[in-house]
């Protein structure tokens, strides 16, 4: 008897509070809205690339650059919420590959280095076959680099509301929306055809997000009861105005307004319906971020 509760008596004790605060806020918010931008461009703009050849006019050099800047961001805002940030070599050096900061790391890393290639063959070199072979290159590493995250989120302790199937299709639905309306406000000397492709992808991933979305508001709390008291935060809750701001900028108005430019081929709404979603998607990742953090966890 006294032998089996040796373990139990020399038992340590690391924590038995609830953490107080929020730990993620809005630093994990930019590092996601700008990977979203920064892989949105490649995926959405290989699609349209490959699509419309050469009818893109200078598609091949405005891609890679922007998603240069908005990965540098992403990765920026990346090492600052790091507790130990001059540690962060560490993952290349002492690598665990069980973890998905590791493997998200290493991903982000190899496809910093393509669309640095993509640059030199579409800008110096002007050699195209190098460019395609490069950006085929830059969608396969785009897809890890935009996903890894909800495996981060489904990993959380205790925060049943970011389940990681359902991470990953806002992970993508959002690199979709993004991708399509930073290319709908730089190529606004796109033709027709090329504005329209991208306005049904802005559609369709406006659509997508906000079902999941929806389907975690009204069926969530048959799941779990964290989740019932996380989304009790949105009904009525501190956060339940700036979450529906976020649903309306994001994906309700944007898939209103495409709507109307398709049916009425009047493409000056496209331009606006960009940047209202950009930044409603801002708004509803940071709530999404925000609520299940605010249930204290004992």
Not at 188 to 214: G, H, P, Q, T
Request: zero cysteines; glycine letters at 6%; charged letters at 10%.
């Amino acid at each position: 008897m006294v032998e089996s509760t040796m373990g139990a008596l020399n038992a340590h004790v690391t924590m038995d509070v609830a953490i107080p605060t929020v730990i993620w806020g809005w630093i994990i918010t930019m590092n996601m809205w700008a990977k979203s931008i920064g892989t949105g461009i490649i995926l959405v703009g290989a699609y349209i690339y490959k699509k419309h050849k050469n009818q893109t006019g200078s598609l091949n050099i405005s891609m890679p650059i922007i998603s240069i800047i908005f990965i540098h961001i992403f990765l920026l805002f990346t090492v600052i919420d790091l507790h130990q940030m001059f540690r962060f070599w560490h993952i290349f050096f002492h690598p665990h590959w069980t973890s998905a900061i590791t493997v998200g790391a290493w991903a982000a890393t190899a496809f910093v280095g393509v669309l640095f290639l993509m640059a030199y063959a579409s800008i110096l070199k002007k050699d195209e076959a190098l460019f395609e072979k490069m950006m085929w290159l830059a969608v396969i590493l785009a897809l890890p680099v935009t996903l890894y995250t909800a495996t981060i989120m489904g990993e959380s302790t205790a925060r049943e509301l970011w389940q990681t199937p359902a991470e990953m299709v806002q992970m993508l639905a959002a690199a979709g929306l993004a991708g399509s309306a930073t290319l709908l406000i730089i190529g606004r000397k796109f033709n027709e055809e090329i504005k329209k492709d991208l306005a049904l992808v802005l559609f369709a991933s406006a659509f997508i997000s906000f079902m999941v979305y929806m389907s975690e508001y009204f069926f969530g709390h048959m799941k779990a009861e964290e989740v019932a008291a996380v989304i009790s935060y949105v009904r009525g809750g501190e956060y339940g105005g700036l979450f529906w701001i976020g649903q309306f900028m994001a994906f309700i108005i944007p898939m209103v307004l495409v709507f109307v430019t398709l049916k009425n081929k009047a493409q000056t709404l496209l331009l606006p319906a960009s940047i209202i979603a950009l930044i409603g998607l801002w708004i509803s990742k940071h709530v999404w971020l925000i609520i299940p953090q605010l249930l204290p966890m004992s």
